[in-house]
């Protein structure tokens, strides 16, 4: 998505707007007056004269049971010697950004409630972590709290209709790829746009850093200690008050908490409990309507969670129904809450109505009633009814006698019920699925077994036991001699063809027991396929049986004349496809079967050679005389090379025309091809060129040196000591000093412009182009040296330098550096010598 750069200006100079009107200069005054060492009173006395109601507000929220002070504070002054006046400045700001933003909001009140919970929770837990990890920055974590969302807040305020903001009920609560959406929406995140405003006031840098890392969990250790408070704040109001507030996030969460702030189990209910305190304190002063009372998890002690997390484990994963499903819960509410009398009423699957199961100390059976609408079940009358509801849909819903529980407990039990709504939501969505495909797949007409890739039973259903006759059948199972045994049916040689590894993807056959005279027996027919499922998740085999025996003979003798065909094109060495007009393919040999539905043209490149349009218009022209080679996709990640032959099939009524396309294999025809090319050209002990190549090179190059007037020389040489190694410890010895000598020239001479080649015996050659004289002596020495280094001293060599001349032929140009080569024999050291 791309944002055009006017429409950036255009959102920022709506959103300075809104900052101007919610925070005007003495809100700013106010942070900044936070934020400084030492508060005066005068500064807070100065700002709240201005502003009568938001005075009271803080009187009425230091009066709160919260700070339990012995008597009423009724001056601001009074208000600040007690509890300093960097908490009064705290109060103070807290309602003043609640009441301005909230003014200025595109969007009720009301539904800014889960908003105002996050941003509220979120700052006192920062500041309740910082108290314990570096107390004197606690004021700062608060603050940074408050004012991080700032950015979203003057979004929504300046924008109806902004793409990141658009629908989401909770905007404080972070979404999947939320971040990268502003970046690209904004031109810069929340956060880093809440740093700029930060910047702008001048306020600290680490309040700014803090804001910006805000959503850092992953590298909450790598910041500072108030960084990692606002981190675990954020983190922790978003769990709680966000819209996923999955219990086992929150109970990992607060593993993790316990861990970065070394507390014991008591340590953390501490800190929850003064979290909580000052949480609901604030809401009631803010007009913030809090959650539920069975959603409110921050009142409940991590034991309490992780137990009832396991509960609803245990319910989501339920097997045997709704009925299974109540029993579980029946279980729970007698043995967790003491619970004997209840009824629930629980959602029917993929369906509007509803079963009602009942309990009670008397019967163990259940009771149960339905499936009805909801409206219409049989309920008990006089009893406490509590919504089993998730993510807004009714699972169903719980009904206690009145009496059932003491009024201490009923909180406790409306968040268990909280709980078993989301494990209702997982057991609809996962377990009742699986079951719904389990019972689908028992009554479907066909035998289905799962297979590993040996062949072994991982899974069947119903009727694939009734079709091999047995109850029951353990897991891994040989599947294939159960086949022979019960049915008579046997794939033969192709049953290990298709497990190996590298088999085919499906096979087919149809067994039909039949006497000498060709008539069936009473034996019944089935049609058995096995499928292999290759990919990042599955390496197994669907086995599919089909009972066919009502069929007529008729029908059996063309099965059988199909499967005959299938089998001799499977068995061809060459591809066989059927395709429409348009190249689709309908058909295709078990070599090519993961083309079956694909486009040929689209699965398919012609060799360089090829000049017609390669499309569907090629095959109104396609003739058997008339083959393309063609590189091919055989749909399994393989390539291959073919000779592509295409014939017109007869057109059937009501159908297009259709093409039949027999593919020979040309890859190893290529390979042989390639391999005599490199046989015919290169030495086949050194891998240099060999002695017949070295002439063709010599003349091309004498040619194109005399075209373009650049200098050609050629470098001769043989091997000194040779002969004694050959003598002293044989010919294989002197093939490896051989192939070292070839290595030690290919090292250095220049790919492209220098031909290295094995003369014959030890003589070598190099046909050096775009030479000097210079660069030809350089080039001799450093072949000379790569040739000892790499032979290790074992050889030396004997060298004659050549330049063309006008009068030089090929062979005239050979002698006279043959001669040079020979002549260098009586040098001492380095022996190079030109050619006269």
């Not at 850092?216 to 960084?227: Q, S």
């Not at 209910?269 to 309507?289: G, H, P, T």
């Amino acid at each position: 998505m791309t944002v055009p750069q006017g429409r950036h200006m255009a959102d920022e100079e709506a959103i300075n707007r809104c900052l101007q009107l919610t925070f005007p200069p003495v809100m700013v005054q106010l942070v900044q007056a936070l934020v400084a060492p030492f508060p005066e009173f005068s500064t807070i006395a100065r700002i709240l004269a201005m502003d009568p109601m938001l005075a009271a507000a803080v009187l009425n929220l230091v009066n709160s049971p919260y700070y339990g002070l012995g008597t009423k504070v009724s001056d601001l002054q009074r208000a600040a010697t007690v509890l300093g006046t960097r908490e009064i400045l705290k109060l103070a700001l807290s309602l003043s950004f609640q009441k301005r933003v909230s003014s200025e909001l595109k969007r009720p009140q009301q539904a800014m409630y889960q908003d105002w919970r996050l941003v509220v929770w979120s700052s006192i837990a920062a500041e309740q972590i910082a108290l314990r990890v570096q107390p004197d920055t606690a004021h700062l974590a608060y603050l940074a709290s408050l004012l991080k969302d700032l950015a979203l807040f003057m979004h929504l305020c300046s924008a109806d209709e902004d793409p990141v903001l658009r629908g989401k009920a909770c905007i404080t609560s972070l979404e999947r790829d939320q971040l990268a959406l502003e970046n690209t929406c904004w031109g810069a995140d929340h956060a880093a746009m809440a740093r700029n405003i930060i910047h702008r006031w001048g306020l600290p840098e680490a309040i700014a850093d803090a804001i910006a890392s805000h959503h850092d969990l992953n590298g909450v250790a790598h910041h500072t200690p108030l960084t990692q408070a606002v981190i675990l704040g954020t983190q922790w109001a978003d769990l709680l008050h966000g819209q996923a507030t999955h219990p086992a996030l929150i109970i990992q969460f607060e593993m993790l908490l316990r861990s970065r702030l070394s507390l014991d189990e008591q340590g953390l209910e501490n800190l929850r409990e003064a979290c909580a305190q000052r949480f609901k304190s604030m809401l009631a002063q803010l007009a913030i309507q809090d959650r539920p009372a069975g959603a409110r998890l921050y009142e409940q002690s991590l034991e309490t969670l992780q137990s009832f997390y396991f509960l609803g484990a245990e319910l989501s994963h339920v097997a045997g129904g709704l009925p299974s499903l109540a029993a579980t819960l029946g279980r729970q509410l007698r043995w967790y809450w003491n619970v004997q009398r209840w009824e629930v009423a629980l959602r029917v699957p993929g369906s509007e109505e509803y079963m009602l199961f009942s309990g009670d100390e008397t019967t163990p059976a259940l009771r149960q009633a339905g499936p009805a609408p909801f409206a219409r079940l049989p309920w008990q009358t006089g009893q406490e009814r509590v919504p089993l509801s998730a993510s807004g849909i009714d699972w169903g819903q719980l009904r206690l006698p009145k009496d059932a529980l003491a009024p201490a407990r009923k909180s406790a039990l409306l968040v268990y019920c909280h709980f078993m709504a989301m494990a209702l939501e997982n057991y609809y969505h996962q377990q009742a699925v699986l079951e719904a495909k389990a019972d689908t797949l028992d009554a479907l007409p066909l035998g289905v077994a799962r297979l590993d890739r040996q062949g072994l039973l991982v899974e069947a259903n119903r009727r694939f036991l009734d079709y091999v006759g047995r109850d029951e059948l353990p897991p891994r199972t040989p599947v294939r001699p159960l086949l022979s045994e019960s049915l008579g049916l046997d794939f033969g040689p192709e049953w290990q063809t298709f497990t190996d590894q590298g088999g085919p993807a499906f096979i087919s056959r149809l067994f039909c027991p039949t006497d000498a005279a060709g008539k069936r027996m009473g034996a019944p027919c089935a049609y058995v396929s096995l499928h292999r499922r290759r990919d990042a998740s599955h390496d197994d085999v669907l086995l599919l049986i089909e009972d066919v025996t009502e069929i007529s003979d008729v029908d059996v003798q063309n099965l059988r004349q199909r499967d005959f065909l299938e089998r001799l094109l499977d068995s061809m060495q060459e591809i066989v496809l059927t395709m429409d007009h348009t190249g689709q393919i309908s058909w295709a040999s078990r070599r090519c079967a993961g083309l079956r539905g694909k486009n040929l043209f689209a699965s398919s490149r012609p060799s360089a050679t090829f000049t017609d349009t390669w499309d569907a218009a090629y095959l109104s022209g396609a003739s058997p005389a008339a083959p393309v080679e063609a590189v091919l996709e055989l749909g399994d990640g393989n390539m291959g090379l073919f000779e592509l032959i295409f014939s017109a099939l007869d057109a059937r009524e009501h159908e297009g025309p259709a093409f039949l396309m027999v593919g020979r294999d040309l890859t190893s025809i290529r390979r042989l091809e390639e391999k005599v090319k490199q046989q015919a050209m290169y030495d086949g002990l050194t891998g240099l060129f060999n002695h017949s190549q070295f002439h063709m090179i010599l003349e091309r190059e004498m040619e194109r040196s005399r075209r373009t007037n650049r200098q050609l020389g050629l470098i001769f040489f043989d091997l000194d000591r040779f002969k004694a190694i050959n003598d002293t410890y044989g010919h294989q010895a002197g093939d490896t000093v051989l192939r070292r000598v070839a290595a030690g020239i290919s090292a250095v001479v220049r790919k492209g412009m220098d031909f290295p080649c094995r003369y014959g015996g030890d003589e070598f050659a190099v046909v050096v182009t775009e030479v000097t004289p210079e660069i030809m002596e350089g080039l001799a020495r450093r072949i000379r040296e790569g040739v000892v280094t790499s032979c290790k001293g074992a050889v030396d060599m004997s060298m004659g330098l050549a330049l063309l001349t006008p009068s030089d032929t090929g062979e005239s140009l050979v002698q006279r550096a043959d001669r040079a080569s020979y002549s260098s024999k009586k040098l001492e050291g380095v022996k190079v010598r030109w050619a006269e």
